[in-house]
């Protein structure tokens, strides 16, 4: 009996199993039919929005809708499209075209006839000649040179300078008015003249060396109310031109001066000079009354071979003293600077020179 009922009960479980597994494939086969009524379901719900149609009913996506059921062939009249309204905006289409039917013959739009327009006789073009740069006065270039070309195309300017080094000028060539600075080094200018540099008035540096200049007009210079500083070095000058009273620098190196080529008292005047570089020419003596002012003065490898007494300081006065005067050269000369032991004294240094 025990055999029996062990058995019995095997078989029942048996088929309890057989049953269960029954049911759960199908339900797996119910959830797999409803997979694609779900994905119908979303179809038809977006394309009821891109319709812009209220919907009649909820889809109850959670599964407490009869999918079984559900017809879906008659989808159509889930929704109420009488409610809808057309919805049109004012000015956002053109309006349609006229067009008309091809066999239509359509007359083409008339012209009317030109309008009749009165002749006026035409007055004779005058013809105005192109601009033209003006070179012979103070243009754009400057004024006009002897060699065919102005100034600052001939030289170089910029700014206020003027610049005409290595250029073989043979003359000083004619300035723009403003100019305040003029360089003519190495060339080969000969002469300076009296209206080279007239009306140059804001002039305050000549540059004129290493030419061949030999000759200087006695106003060369003269009217420039704003020279400063004048350089003649390594010319061929054989005396100086009187020079305003403005002047502070003066090199007249490396020429052929000669002391009666220096006017008496030449330098007495210049009030302002601070520099007057005489060196390597022909003088017997040194120029004499020096400016207070000067701080430099060159005047070595000359032929001079004596010395005043008040060449340098006020014999009159025990306590002039000159504290500016501190660089004064006068080697390469004769003079024997020890016997002129009195214009010295009121020297801060001693001249270079020759003391035995």
Known sequence: MTSQNKERETESKGERERH??????????QER????????????SLLEVCLCAPRRENYDLTGKTDWENIDLTNYRDLYDYDDLEPIIEVGTVAPPPN???????????ETPPPALEEEVPLRPRTTTPPPRLDFEGPGLFGPQTGLGLPTCLLCVCISTSVYCDDVDLEYVPPLPKDTTYFYARFSK???VGGN???????????????NHITELHEDAFLKLPALQELLLAENKIRSLPELPVTMRYIDARNNQLLSAGIRP???KGLTQLEF???SYNRLDFIPIPLPESLRSFHIQHNNIQTMHKETFCNHHDSTHQRRALEDIRLDGNPINLSHFPQAYF??????????Q
């Open 346 to 355: 009121c020297l801060p240094r001693l001249p270079t020179g020759r003391m």
């Open 196 to 210: 080279d540099f007239l009306n140059l008035n804001k002039l305050k540096r000549i540059d004129l060396t290493g």
């Open 265 to 267: 008292e030449a330098f």
């Open 20 to 29: 269960r597994h029954t049911e759960i494939q199908t339900q797996r086969k």
């Open 189 to 191: 200018i000969k002469r």
């Open 33 to 44: 039919m409803k997979q694609p009524l779900t994905c119908l379901a979303l179809a038809l």
């Open 276 to 278: 007057l570089y005489l």
């Open 99 to 109: 067009i008309l039917p091809v066999n239509q013959n359509v007359p083409p739009p």
